[in-house]
């Protein structure tokens, strides 16, 4: 994701609808600004943040070495425990500090980001030089006094420590005219103004109030960024790694009716070793994500760091299409958790969802016929299978003692 430092312009105009309406020196107000990727829809801004995290915590993760860096800074809005902290400290002698230019890295998280940033509709851009132009062949007798001068000599002084192109953020205006009257000069001149920017269907902004912070993330004097994730697996790490058995014995938990049971169920996979359990608690999400939904516990920090890892997988539509066991197919071998037992899980639970169910084909009295053995994983998907078996036995191979 590009990051575009920028200026944001607020056009301060009074009744432009005054026949005697003049521009005044004031009229434009420019503050610091940042925008992310200006092709960043509604539905994928979510998945970009989650990107820009994890390319901002690349290094720093890479780098990290529990051996020397010990003192950490903990940026608030973050997915992170106390209880996987204090498995730091115990483990690796961490220590928290209150100033982050102490410390040897600081913690970083997806939700921390998206409260820095706001989405704007129909937001327009425009740049410095554009701004500049359209001022200078303007009238100046729309400008009271030398009203003129001074704004073209406060964007030559903008140019000269941005640039020409520096981008320019414009508010859209709330300003129209109601009556079929010919506008006045100064209606106008904000007319003709609109035109030299370009509106965006969706501008993602850094808030004003958070400015300071992002820069600071962006700007980091030590490189040393981690995420909450990365805290979570690195506090996870000796923990238990869950087995067919576990997963079966989850599964039973979260079925039942009693809340003490769906907790514990919880508590279990909140704190195994996540990285090394990854399949097992995709599937549990994917299966279950209305049922971990509507217990207290879907709330808790402890859960709600695991949860924020796998929300992906809550794949709560179309049960009887392809398309949502494709998603998870896709998503499994993304994060190289693609095993040949969640493969045939997956093959078994879409041919009897979408084949069997949906179409009537296998049914009693049907003429038509389709073997699970001809559903195959497409070619991207079968190369990151876990395990060097031909896929195309898999689905002639199901076994009814799978630990799903």
């Known amino acids: 994701m590009k990051i575009n430092k920028s200026l944001h312009l607020t056009v301060n105009y009074t009744d432009f609808s005054k026949t005697d309406a003049k521009i005044d020196k004031d009229v434009f107000l420019f503050k610091r600004s940042i925008f992310l990727d200006k092709n960043i829809s509604y539905s994928d801004v979510e998945k970009k943040l989650q990107d820009l995290t994890q390319t901002l915590c690349k290094q720093g993760e890479s780098n990290f070495d529990s051996k020397i860096h010990k003192k950490y800074y903990r940026y608030p809005n973050i997915n992170l425990s106390r209880d ?66 001074i704004i073209i000599a406060n964007l030559t002084k903008l140019i000269e420590e941005h640039g020409v192109e520096f981008p320019v953020s414009v508010n859209p205006h709330n300003y129209y005219r109601y009556t079929n009257d010919k506008a006045n000069p100064a209606e106008a001149w904000l007319e003709d103004f609109r035109k030299i920017t370009k509106s965006e269907s969706y501008l993602n902004t850094v808030k004003e109030e958070h400015m300071d912070t992002f820069e600071e993330i962006l700007n980091s004097k030590t490189g040393m960024l981690v995420s909450d994730v990365f805290m979570n697996n690195l506090a996870s790490e000796d923990s238990h790694v869950l087995s067919g058995k576990d997963y079966k014995q989850i599964r039973s938990l979260l079925k039942s009716t009693n809340k003490e049971d769906k907790a514990v169920g919880m508590s279990i996979m909140s704190n195994c070793n996540i990285q090394k359990s990854r399949t097992y608690l995709a599937l549990l999400f994917f299966h279950f994500s209305e049922t971990l939904r509507g217990t207290p516990m879907w709330n808790q920090v402890a859960f709600k760091s695991l949860r924020r890892e796998f929300e992906k997988y809550c794949l709560e539509y179309n049960h009887y299409h392809s398309n949502r066991y494709s998603q998870c197919v896709q998503y499994l071998a993304e994060d190289g958790a693609l095993t040949v037992n969640a493969a045939e899980h997956l093959i078994t639970i879409m041919f009897d969802n979408v084949i069997n169910q949906s179409t009537g084909i296998n049914s009693d009295n049907n003429m038509f016929i389709l073997d699970k053995a001809s559903v195959k994983l497409a070619p991207a998907a079968k190369a990151k299978v876990k395990n060097d078996v031909d896929l195309s036995q898999i689905a002639l191979d199901m076994q009814s003692d799978l630990p799903f």
Do not use: P
């Open 84 to 149: 996987k902290m204090d498995n730091c400290k115990q483990k690796y002698g961490m220590a928290k500090v209150l100033n982050k230019d102490k410390a040897d890295f600081s913690i970083i998280g997806q939700k921390m980001i998206e409260k820095t940033v706001q989405q704007h509709w129909r937001m327009s851009l425009s740049s410095l030089g554009s701004i500049l132009s359209f001022i200078d062949i303007s009238d100046s007798a729309l400008y009271v006094d030398n009203a003129k001068d």
